[in-house]
């Protein structure tokens, strides 16, 4: 049995070779392996090797054939490439963490709103406060700060829209001098702009958080909610583009119980820490220049 199987192999194995050999490739392959020494690598083929017993042997006629079928192929891609591999395209799959396709896909947002129409805007001075709040008593105030879709009114320091506030409407309606300062309050905030809007919409900008945060809060009445972010870009979408005027405010610090003076002296920002008894009740502070 091992005999047929062994002489099943090699016919096997002769066919296989002359089929291989018929071939264009095999043809090449058969002219290397029998007369063709022509390269290094080729000529390897020819080259002796050592068996198990520790002696020289040359390779069968098999052997160096399949050999330089092997160099012979690896020469005919090397023609065909150029020596390069090509690199495929990536190919681009979604995940489920890939928002960004999904995400340009949702409908427009609020920052894409239509404008909102103002014919007049008028600041309130601080002998005015006892008017505004009269005619106002009854409004229901929706506020806006900053929300998802950041704008450079939320990202701008405070102290810097603060001096340009200062350019548009002169100065605040109201800020924190305007009370008894030696006394603890329930909020501190730095400054406020009441304004009117086309005669008959109420308006609120305060400071966030103090001089060392970022961005505006603005408050309307509730009936204008769903427009308040277009109310907002249309009154102080322009002071983005006005020059920054001189002011001071004070400021005072919650988490660490200090006060200071803030502002702009025209060149440059400060704030200077001072004691709370610096400070006169119902008395702004002044610009000190030399």
């Known amino acids: 049995m091992l005999a047929s199987l062994s002489a099943d192999y090699h016919v096997l194995w002769v066919v296989t070779v002359l089929v291989v050999l018929g071939s264009p490739v095999g043809a090449q392959a058969q002219r290397i392996a029998v007369d063709d020494t022509s390269t290094p690598m080729r000529r390897a083929a020819y080259q002796t090797q050592v068996n198990d017993s520790g002696t020289e042997s040359s390779p069968s006629l098999i052997e160096r054939y399949q050999r330089a079928r092997l160099q012979m192929l690896s020469e005919h891609i090397e023609q065909k490439t150029r020596g390069r591999v090509s690199v495929a395209a990536p190919k681009r799959f979604r995940v489920p963490s890939d928002t960004l396709r999904s995400s340009l896909s949702k409908p427009k947002s609020s920052v894409d709103s239509p404008a909102f129409p103002i014919s007049n805007a008028r600041a309130v001075h601080k002998l005015e406060r006892g008017w505004f709040e009269k005619r106002f008593s009854s409004t229901r105030w929706s506020f806006l700060g900053a929300g998802r879709h950041l704008t450079p009114i939320d990202t701008t320091m405070t102290r810097v829209l603060r001096a340009k506030l200062q350019s548009e409407f002169g100065n605040p309606t109201q800020v924190l001098a305007d009370f008894n300062l030696r006394k603890p309050r329930d909020e501190y905030v730095q400054f406020e702009y009441w304004v009117v809007v086309n005669d008959s919409i109420p308006v609120k900008i305060t400071d966030a958080n103090g001089a060392r945060d970022r961005g505006l809060i603005v408050s309307t009445s509730a009936k204008y909610r769903t427009q ?63």
Do not use: H, K, N
Request: proline share 6%; aromatic share 20%.
């Open 228 to 290: 308040l972010f277009a109310l907002r870009q249309a009154l102080l979408g322009s002071i983005m583009r006005a020059a920054p005027s001189p002011y001071v405010d004070y400021y005072f610090e919650t988490e660490r119980r200090r006060w200071y003076r803030t502002g702009y002296d025209g060149s440059s920002y400060f704030l200077d820490r001072i004691s709370r008894y610096e400070t006169t009740p119902g008395r702004r502070p002044w610009l000190e220049t030399d």
